[in-house]
Structure formats: structure tokens, C-alpha cells
């Protein structure tokens, strides 16, 4: 069982920044593939970016690359991502996920967060 607990989100102008973190439990953490996804108001869930066990491999959907960074610190347990340039169309609840395989799939994923909401202003 693995457990994530996002944090970070919150009210940002248009270009902006933030940085959101998920934090792990369990000692297999560095196990895992580690995605971020969200979701919009009105909107299915969406693949964000992932990034591979030894944080080798990231991959980002079209949308955010240039923009948003993800990264892990495997020694706490830690996934972030770094979100720049933000526009209203980034609102969401952003939510981590954990698989145990490398996939931009959300039903490859076992694992997930409650979610964190971040809203960006015009």
C-alpha cells in the first residue's frame, strides 16, 4: 500500500508559479512510476507529466511542456511539480498518482491522491 498526500495548490495571477508536492508513505517509494494528472471543472481527468523510478524518464503531455516540471526526491518520499507560466486554463485539481509501470495512462495507476486545487486568475 502506498499512500500520497498532495500539497501546494492554491490562488496564483496568470504566470505565475507553483509547486506542488506529494508526499509518500511506505518504503517503496522509489518503486513506483509517479504521474501527475488533473482535472478541470466540467472536464474527465487528464494525464500531466511522469516521471520513472530513478527520475531518469519524464514525459509531458503537450500542453504544459516548457511550462511545468516534474521531479522526485526518492530519499523523502517526494514528488514534485513545478508549474510556471500559468494560465486559467491550468485550473484544476491536480492529483499524483503511483504504477508500476511507465504509462500516461491514468488506469495504469494504482495508487492516488486526494488532489490539491490550484486556480489561476486572469
Known amino acids: 500500500q502506498v499512500q500520497l498526500v498532495e500539497s501546494g495548490g492554491g490562488l496564483v495571477q496568470s504566470g505565475g508559479s507553483l509547486r506542488l508536492s506529494c508526499a509518500a508513505s511506505?518504503?517503496?517509494?522509489?518503486?513506483?512510476?509517479m504521474g501527475w494528472f488533473r482535472r478541470a471543472p466540467g472536464k474527465e481527468r487528464e494525464f500531466v507529466a511522469y516521471?520513472?523510478?530513478?527520475?531518469?524518464?519524464?514525459y509531458y503531455v503537450d500542453f504544459v511542456r516548457g511550462r511545468f516540471t516534474i521531479s522526485r526526491d526518492n530519499a523523502k518520499n517526494t514528488v514534485y511539480l513545478q508549474m510556471n507560466s500559468l494560465k486559467p486554463d491550468d485550473t484544476a485539481v491536480y492529483y499524483c498518482?503511483?504504477?508500476?509501470?511507465?504509462?500516461?495512462?491514468?488506469?495504469?495507476?494504482?495508487?492516488w491522491g486526494q488532489g490539491t486545487q490550484v486556480t489561476v486568475s486572469s
Open positions: 516521471i520513472t523510478r530513478s527520475g531518469g524518464l519524464t
Open positions: 511506505g518504503r517503496t517509494f522509489s518503486s513506483y512510476t
Open positions: 498518482a503511483a504504477g508500476t509501470v511507465i504509462s500516461s495512462h491514468e488506469g495504469q495507476y494504482n495508487y
